[in-house]
Structures are given as C-alpha cells and as structure tokens.
C-alpha cells in the first residue's frame, strides 16, 4: 500500500484524531517556537522520502501509528514530503506465507530511503527447533546494519 503524508496507512493512522501532536495539553505549547516554523526552515527536497513501513506483529502496528504521526508532524515543520508503503513481515506473515521475511518483500525495501520497524514476534509462533523468529535481525544483518 502505498500512502502519500496526507493519506492513513492501513493500520489505522488518523492525522485529524484529537491525540493529533498539534492538540497536547498538560504543559506542553499549543504554538511552535519561531525557529521550527515551517516558513523559517527551508524545503531539502523536492521529491517525497519513501520509508517502508514494517509494523509487524503484536504492539508493533501501534508502535509504528505513533511514529508515523510524529514523522508527518516533522516532514510538515520542515517542508519535506513522505510516501509510506507498508509491507507485512513478522509471526503472522509467517503464519500466512511460511516465511517471516519473504524475498519478495526484502527485495522491495532495500530501495527505500528508509525503513520504519514496528515490533516483532508472537509468543507462542517459532521455527519448528523452538527458537524464537527474528526478521527484524535478518533484516539488519542482511543490509549490514
């Protein structure tokens, strides 16, 4: 799936939601300082950063919504455009396909500008020796990280 800033990822992301980093309350300023205001940082690209998305199993689609709405609030301050695309990796792309990791999908990843990982693994879902599945591991040691 692929989602341009003013676009949800699937997992549920709402940029309008009142939890939205612009409506904190409990001490924190409802107005930006002068210094991180949009008009006073200048534009780096113009082109969108294309980040993978990963959320993964268990907490990790929740990780990842948060992230994702702190990352649009900063691609907004700075002028930068992001496009997401998520892909399904982790215990239940294992249970669905048999493979934590598919090829298919690291193949498509390594050409991102970055990578966001939720979180990996569900308790009771490991390789048939009982050792836990670790994708987020082959993922760094395959792109040497």
Not at 12 to 41: D, K
Not at 123 to 141: A, N
Request: some cysteine; proline content about 8%.
């Amino acid at each position: 799936m692929i989602t341009e800033k003013t676009e949800s990822p699937k997992f549920g992301l709402n940029p309008s939601s009142p939890t939205s980093l612009n409506s904190y309350e409990g001490g924190v300023p409802s107005t930006r300082p002068e210094h991180l205001r949009a008009s006073t940082i200048e534009n780096t690209t113009a082109q969108a950063l294309s980040i993978a998305l990963l959320p993964g199993d268990g907490i990790g689609p929740e990780v990842l919504q948060a992230a994702v709405m702190v990352l649009d609030e900063t691609a907004a301050l700075c002028g930068i455009r992001l496009r997401y695309e998520e892909f399904s990796v982790g215990a239940t792309e294992f249970l669905r396909s048999g493979d934590p990791l598919p090829k298919e999908v690291f193949d498509r990843v390594v050409d991102f500008d970055a990578i966001l990982l939720g979180a990996m693994g569900i308790p009771g879902v490991r390789w048939p020796s009982g050792i836990e599945m670790t994708p987020q591991i082959d993922l760094r040691e395959r792109l040497d990280l």
